[in-house]
Nanobody, 126 residues
């Protein structure tokens, strides 16, 4: 499994960025996809996740109503649209995946993942 993130950069507070993750994996539609972030001096934290079909999405309270996760199973990609960005959103953002073609509760989506990308830096200036 290989995950490659793109789309990070520098943006002013209130702006938007769209992150994308390309997955090299057989049967992409069998996998749960997630985004996490790691800011300096803080622990890595869950940001958002999406079920194998795309019908279920989960968000951290800190990003709910500002971020949107989506996936394209035909293209093996998952995106994170980030709006109304704040300086506290500054972090390295990681795409992650694990097998998940079933019905799960929230803990499946916010818990540990098996495969990770290399990360992309998002910096929000005030």
């Amino acid at each position: 499994v290989r995950l490659v993130e793109s789309g990070g950069g520098l943006v002013q507070a209130g702006g938007s960025l769209r992150l994308s993750c390309a997955a090299s994996v057989r049967a992409f539609s069998d996998f749960t996809m997630g985004w996490f972030r790691h800011a300096p001096g803080k622990e890595r934290e869950f940001v958002a996740a999406i079920s194998w079909s795309g019908s279920n999405t989960y968000y951290a309270d800190s990003v709910k109503d500002r971020f949107t996760i989506s996936r394209d199973n035909a293209k093996n990609t998952v995106d994170l649209q980030m709006n109304s960005l704040k300086p506290e959103d500054t972090a390295v953002y990681y795409c992650a995946t694990k097998w998940g073609r079933s019905n799960y509760g929230r803990s499946h989506y916010t818990g540990s993942f098996d495969y990770w990308g290399q990360g992309t830096q998002v910096t929000v200036s005030s």
